[in-house]
């Protein structure tokens, strides 16, 4: 099985602050990775599809990259409305597999 | 719009049945892989099934293999999963999800006794 190893679990960051979140895959996964934005009672929802691809209606402030098995979410000027869960999943291989989670909060 | 909705949650007993559906609509359901996550409360993401479009193959973790089943009515644009010895790791909110990038709004499963 593929494992995803997300990193930090948590965080805290102030308004207009880069904040970037990763995930380290165990097993080359080439770009078959999505990023997801979680909100409390929410379901989650699509925001990086396929490593590098922004979702529709989400703000261009968000943007995923890849350095070997390391996979990155960053938000380039955190907004408000950014806290929440984010959560990275593989779907190169069976089974499908996510990372930890990382609550992002705001100092 | 895409829309998917589950029904079918509920409290139930360990060791007992439940089967979770969802109605999809605003995308042509025969054309699409489709699966079901889950969420424990307060926990991460769980994979638990997915079939492909004509739903002749299907994939589980090993956490739920021989126990759920996974299946769907392309006339009905409906998919189900059917959970069988259910125990109390398997509370969780169930999604239904389109290929990983629609989801529904999520069905509550609590197993308890």
């Known amino acids: 099985d593929i494992q995803m190893t997300q990193s930090p679990s948590s965080m805290s960051a102030s308004l207009g602050d880069r904040v970037t979140i990763t995930c380290q895959a165990s097993?080359?996964?080439?770009?078959?990775l999505i990023w997801f934005q979680q909100k409390p009672g929410k379901s989650p929802r699509p925001m990086i599809y396929?490593?590098?691809n922004l979702a529709n209606g989400v703000p261009s402030r968000f943007s995923g990259s890849r350095s070997g098995s390391d996979y990155s979410l960053t938000i380039s000027s955190l907004e408000s409305e950014d806290m929440a869960d984010y959560h990275c999943?593989?779907?190169?291989?069976?089974?499908?597999?996510f990372g930890s989670g990382t609550k992002l909060e705001i100092k | 719009e895409v829309q998917l909705v589950e029904t079918g949650g509920g409290l139930v007993q360990p060791g007992r049945s439940l089967k979770l559906s969802c109605v999809a609509s605003g995308f042509t359901f025969n054309n699409y892989w489709m699966s079901w996550t889950r969420q424990a409360p307060g926990k991460g993401l769980e994979w638990v099934a997915s079939?492909?479009?004509?739903?002749?193959?299907?994939y589980y973790p090993d956490s739920v293999k021989g126990r759920f089943t996974i299946s769907r009515d392309n006339a009905q644009n409906t998919l189900y999963l059917q959970m069988n010895s259910l125990r109390s790791e398997d509370t969780a909110t169930y999604y239904c999800?389109?290929?990983?990038?629609?989801w529904g709004q999520g069905v509550m499963v609590t197993v308890s006794s």
């Open positions: 396929y490593a590098t």
């Open positions: 079939i492909t479009n004509s739903g002749g193959s299907t």
């Open positions: 999800t389109r290929a990983q990038l629609n």
């Open positions: 999943l593989q779907y190169k291989q069976y089974p499908l597999t």
């Open positions: 097993q080359d996964i080439g770009n078959n």
